[in-house]
């Protein structure tokens, strides 16, 4: 009997040291996760970022008007703070990146200190803008060093931790792709001028904003379900996982969710009314079968289909085999920016893998529009004389407070780039200039 109780004991403490084992291992593994997630995050920011900040300086070499010369440069200072900070979050501490953090810190300090004088009074110098050029090029450099190394870990599916273990071990051979990338991007920005500088730390500007087109009745889990499979084209409930947003939560929500051996898939849904505010499928995608074109109209037929009324595409790009579609909000010829959403569509059976719907939702609502104050050929006037003004609109943006302006919308080139330029339809300011992306690069190593 006295056996039979040792036996049951130890039995018992075997399977609690087995489930304590596990369960360290669950929690082990989480916080991996955990640390992955962060570093993905940074650096892919950090890439976007660059891109972004090559775009900013571009545009303030376009822009004719010094009101708006100045907000932009303090932007460009915004980006670089937003930059360095997603550096400071990526494991590089063993591995040599001042340089590169200095070059931000540079770009910061330049245009903090030029942004803050009177640009009527003290214009930007002959100098000035040609240090804005160099910038320009030099951040253009930067972005494509690490789009290159975005391409290769997305190939790939490299791993940060693993890069974190490969500078932790430096006698060990390891993959350091991404280490080695780095290093590259190090050393281009080694043959950078150097500024003079601290770096700088800036104020973004945040403004509430509700959500002004979520109509319906509030909607059930279980309906939120059937919903879901719909949109994320899945065969039964019981494939699908849900979780509720927590209190406090800008907009409430339904996070769905499903993962199989080739693909997975997440949708978030608006409790109330159940809109469609995100949705994303992730799977391979095989030879292109149909054009971009093509792509365009299933995008064009999901939005109907959704009740997505009076949509214009102004924008569409291609990035392996998948077809990315910029929309806009069009009613009586005028195009409304606040209202925007973005489809994306496989080109290999025109399925709908994305649609990001957030800004639609948030700003979408019926306007009164005054009528312009000046002409079409008196807003041209406005523009910068060396833009070759191609295209013209009609079109709602909001402006630095968060107001919702109409301007004259004009796409222009100047050199080789092409730019989209807002000037105000009442009183001649110009609101914003952008600089469009080009075709896109491959980014892949030959």
Known sequence: MIRWILIAVLAIGVIGTGFWGYQEHQEKNAVLIQAENTYQRAFHELTYRVDVLNDKIGSALAMNSKQRLSPQLVEIWRITSEALSDVGQLPLGLLPFNKTEEFLANIGDFTYRTAVRDLEKEPLSDQETRSLE?????????????????????????????????????????????????????????????????????????????????????????????????????NGKDKLNITESGKGAEVPLYSISYRNENESGYLDLSQTGGHPLTLLVNRPVKQKQISLNEGMKKAEEYLKKNQFEDMTVFQSAQYDNIGAFSFLYSKDGVRYYSDALEVKVALDNGEILGLTAIDYFMNHNDRKLAEPEISADEAKEMVNPNVDIQEEYLAVIDNDLGEEVLTYEFLGTMGNETYRIFINANDGREERVEKLSGSEVNYARG
Do not use: C, P
């Open 134 to 234: 160099k910038l320009y090029k030099q951040s253009g450099e930067i972005k494509d060093e690490l789009r290159k190394v975005q391409h290769t870990a997305l190939e790939n599916n490299l791993r940060w931790m693993d890069v974190q273990l490969a500078l932790a071990n430096e006698g060990e051979q390891m993959d350091n792709t991404i280490i080695d990338g780095f290093k590259t991007v190090e050393k281009k920005v080694e043959g950078f001028a150097e500024g003079n500088g601290d770096g700088s730390t800036s104020n973004k500007t945040v403004r509430d904003h509700e959500f002004k087109f979520l109509t319906g009745e509030s909607l059930s889990s279980e309906k939120a379900l059937t919903k879901a499979t719909k949109l994320l084209r899945v």
